[in-house]
């Protein structure tokens, strides 16, 4: 594939409605600076090329960039994965396989999927509070399950599977997420460290809930220092 992750994290987005956690790479990717390492070659992604999103000069204005590349920072062990096009019909469940088989091999210390879901499709209990959530894996849970408590998050609840007909069956809906479901419930059943960060949002200018989504993960990771304004 590309690069040999170790004990570095990976994050890379879903698309999913509003394009949120595309943005929010992209947000990470030019704060940080970080360096294209390489590219994900794969049949699942619709095709594209285009000039390189994160050009600073005119000398550096003409590299090219694919539907899927990888860039790195190595002082925060931080590996990115940005998809730029949409996932061909029925080629969800190979990318999550060829994804996670990586993940696997390269011995990943976790991976963190930025991601967005419909709001108007939130339940009762949705509606109140934040519209940030968050989903931890088994494996993960065990280590970061209490400082998310500690950061007053919100694990995305579960809903009725048949709504007014039998409310107490459970199941994990992520309307507009994409990928998100299948490569969370794929994670828990392979044993791998996976955190999904998510928003709920509509289609429209969702630059916002980019920010607001990079806000959050940085709340965990501290990717960047906050800067504390004294009262």
Known sequence: ???YCGARVPLQPAVSVGNVGQLAI??????????KVGYFYTDC????????????AEENSVELSINAEVYSLPSKK?????????????KYRPFCQMLLSWVKSSK????????????YQRDDEQLLGTPLRYLLT???????????????WK???????????????????IPGGGITKLLFTESCSKGIQMAVLLKFCSE????PDAFALVNYLNEWLQLIKSEVSAV
């Open 26 to 35: 992209d947000l990470v990717i030019s704060t940080l600076d970080m360096t």
């Open 108 to 119: 990943c210390a976790q991976v963190v999927l930025l991601s967005s879901s419909h709001a």
């Open 45 to 56: 992604l619709v095709p594209m090329v285009g000039n390189n999103p994160y050009a600073t």
């Open 155 to 173: 694990e995305m609840e579960k809903v009725a599977a048949y709504p007014g007909i039998n409310d107490t069956e459970k199941i994990l809906h």
């Open 204 to 207: 429209g200018d969702n630059i």
């Open 1 to 3: 594939y590309f690069v």
């Open 138 to 152: 088994p494996d993960l849970e065990k280590a970061f399950g209490g400082l998310m408590q500690e950061l007053n």
């Open 78 to 90: 931080l590996v990115v994965l940005q998809i730029r096009s949409p996932f061909i019909k029925n």
